[in-house]
Antibody
């Protein structure tokens, strides 16, 4: 059974960098699939952040691209999110997920982590 | 404002059927058969219910079905049950500049 688990700080100050790691068990990242991040502000809808293949090729939400880095560590079976210069608008539950795709056309998110709340506040 | 438009809420009585619409454009829903639907209970992660427009993952009840016409995708839940009460989100591939778009979500209330 594929399982994903997010980890990282839950509280940040404005202008800091948000860093989260997703640890995957039950499946080897290097075997395939895209892996990505989705966030959900409190009481609001889902927003795709970005996705990365195990080889390192990735795609980012254009609205976040200038602040965003997603990386994959196949040796640890993990992938990570770094979002710089955070503001209160980045407060959200952050989910990691496995992504089905047809080439680079993303189809669906089939396995999700439980999510982790990140709050940005001074 | 979300890229895909869903009704904010729908409701139905146990045993009834409901349909949730998801309206996009010719750049996303209308151009690709890559619409997926997610169920989210309060405090939980989303769960994939429908992918590539109409396919159900293993373990998802056949009471859930998906379809598409033009720029609008739809999720139908038949034989409503109390446990179906949740938020539902649609999602579509949107080409190589935008990639992925979600709907704003629909709250389903089982009366």
């Amino acid at each position: 059974q594929v399982q994903l688990q997010e980890s990282g700080p839950g509280l940040l100050k404005p202008s800091e960098t948000l860093s989260l790691t997703c640890t995957v068990s039950g499946y080897s990242i290097s075997s395939g699939y895209y892996w990505g991040w989705i966030r959900q502000p409190p009481g609001k809808g889902l927003e795709w952040i970005g996705s990365m293949y195990h080889s390192g090729s990735g795609y980012y939400n254009p609205s976040l691209k200038s602040r965003l880095t997603i990386s994959v560590d196949t040796s640890k079976n993990q992938f990570s999110l770094n979002l710089s210069s955070v503001t209160a608008a980045d407060t959200a539950v952050y989910y990691c997920a496995r992504i089905h795709s047809s080439g680079s056309q993303f189809s669906d998110f089939d396995y999700w982590g439980q999510g982790t709340l990140v709050t940005v506040s001074s | 404002q979300s890229a895909l438009t869903q009704p904010a809420s729908v409701s139905g009585s146990p045993g009834q059927s409901i349909t949730i619409s998801c309206t996009g454009t010719s750049s996303d829903v209308g151009s690709y058969d890559l619409v997926s639907w997610y169920q989210q209970h309060p405090g939980k992660a989303p769960k994939l219910m429908i992918y590539v427009g109409s396919k159900r993952p293993s373990g998802v009840s056949n009471r859930f079905s998906g379809s598409k016409s033009g720029n609008t995708a739809s999720l139908t839940i038949s034989g409503l049950q109390a446990e179906d009460e949740a938020d539902y989100y649609c999602c579509s591939y949107a080409g190589r500049s935008t990639f992925v778009v979600f709907g704003g979500g629909t709250k389903l209330t089982v009366l």
